[in-house]
């Protein structure tokens, strides 16, 4: 049996997602029914990066559920900061709490914080790479309010190189049919090349585009998100993109009056106050279907063996390193390299970068 964890959304067949976004709708009508289902419980929340949502939702999850809560919130209060590896905190915590949610600044942390531990590990943003609890929580968001999954033109507007959650989402989307999206960004921001290739092999529609003012008045969903201030590399080069995309009343004018904008939040200046009034923004209670979505979650890792899924697919490459500086094992060199290979590629397993063999 394999343990259950939640690294990529991709790991689990639909109905599993459909499970959790079924749960997620009932505990949103009565959440005060589901207390006292993870009494005894203790949730670990391991968070190597700051967080206000996730984080917090997560322990009002838990909380709700009548469970418990233990963990950090900057690794520099724990031992992380006296240099103890990312294995052996799993293995610690795996003696203290039952469920583990980590956030890390490298890409494919979470895949490897689960291959060390005894309990379920959730992702909770890994570097630049996935982000699927924020993406249940959208699938619950696009569910509760445009009632489907399908057929929906998406914009996805702002910095789509770096914006994990921009990458889990779309990689959930392509699996509901006849789903379009519209990529909105600079050509610095442009979407990476591996997402590209899930639209292609998905068969689905997408088109690049810099102007979001051309493009607003087709949508049915816009996805605004934040320039990753810390994902650059210098400071001259976040200035550049700051302040290219700003939601405001007068581009909302150009909308349909069914279009929802969402926003995984926190916004820094891309959607200026005065559209919060706007019921067309459900950015706010998209934060609030996030707890449901997490007790939903909770619920069936801790109560249902069959969200197990595999960790690695590949073949060990023991000491070859992967191309990507932001992958966890080029900081955590224990961890044993892992590779499929498709073509004359190889790609690593634990941060899907891609390289010739
Ligand atoms: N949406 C999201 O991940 O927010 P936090 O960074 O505050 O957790």
């Known amino acids: 049996m394999h343990q259950n964890h939640l690294i990529d959304l991709s790991d689990w067949p639909r109905q599993?997602?459909?499970r959790i976004i079924d749960l997620a709708l009932e505990i949103e009508r009565d959440p005060s029914a589901f207390y006292g289902r993870m009494e005894g419980k203790i949730l670990a929340t391991l968070f190597y990066e700051p967080s206000t949502r996730t984080q917090n939702s997560f322990k009002s999850a838990m909380m709700r559920l009548g469970g418990q809560c233990l963990g950090f919130s900057n690794p520099q209060n724990s031992s992380v900061s006296k240099g103890e590896t990312l294995a052996d905190t799993i293995r610690i915590m795996n003696g203290y709490a039952d469920i583990i949610a980590i956030r890390h600044p490298k890409e494919g942390a979470a895949k490897a914080a689960a291959s060390y531990s005894r309990c379920p590990v959730i992702n909770a943003g890994d570097g630049g790479h996935l982000h699927p609890t924020q993406t249940l929580t959208d699938l619950v968001t696009l569910t509760r309010e445009t009632?489907?999954?399908?057929?929906?033109?998406?914009?996805i507007c702002g910095d789509l190189k770096y914006g994990r959650t921009v990458h889990s989402l779309i990689k959930a989307l392509t699996q509901f049919p006849n789903n379009e999206f519209i990529l909105i960004s600079t050509k610095e921001l442009v979407i990476p090349a591996y997402i590209k290739v899930i639209l292609n092999a998905a068969g689905c529609k997408y088109r690049e585009v810099a102007s979001l003012t051309e493009v607003i008045g087709e949508l049915d969903v816009l996805y605004m998100t934040r320039i990753q201030q810390e994902r650059f590399a210098s400071?001259?080069?976040?200035?550049?993109?700051?302040?290219?995309?700003?939601?405001d009343t007068?581009?909302?004018?150009?909308?349909?009056?069914?279009?929802?904008?969402?926003?995984?939040?926190p916004r820094v200046d891309e959607i200026t106050p005065?559209?919060?009034?706007?019921?067309?923004?459900?950015?706010?209670?998209q934060a609030q279907y996030g707890v449901y979505t997490r007790m939903a979650l909770i619920l069936n890792l801790l109560e249902d063996d069959s969200f197990g899924a595999s960790l690695f697919h590949g073949t060990p490459h023991s000491g070859e390193p992967c191309s990507n500086p932001n992958c966890i094992t080029?900081?955590?060199?224990?961890?044993?390299?892992?590779?499929?290979?498709?073509?004359d590629m190889l790609m690593c397993e634990y941060c899907e970068h891609k390289k010739l063999i």
């Open 16 to 18: 599993n997602w459909e």
């Open 147 to 155: 009632g489907r999954l399908d057929n929906l033109k998406v914009g």
């Open 235 to 247: 400071e001259q080069e976040y200035l550049e993109q700051k302040h290219v995309y700003i939601l």
């Open 250 to 265: 007068e581009k909302m004018s150009l909308a349909r009056p069914t279009m929802k904008v969402l926003h995984p939040l």
């Open 274 to 285: 005065e559209v919060d009034a706007d019921p067309r923004a459900v950015y706010f209670k």
């Open 330 to 343: 080029n900081v955590e060199p224990y961890l044993k390299k892992s590779y499929t290979e498709t073509g």
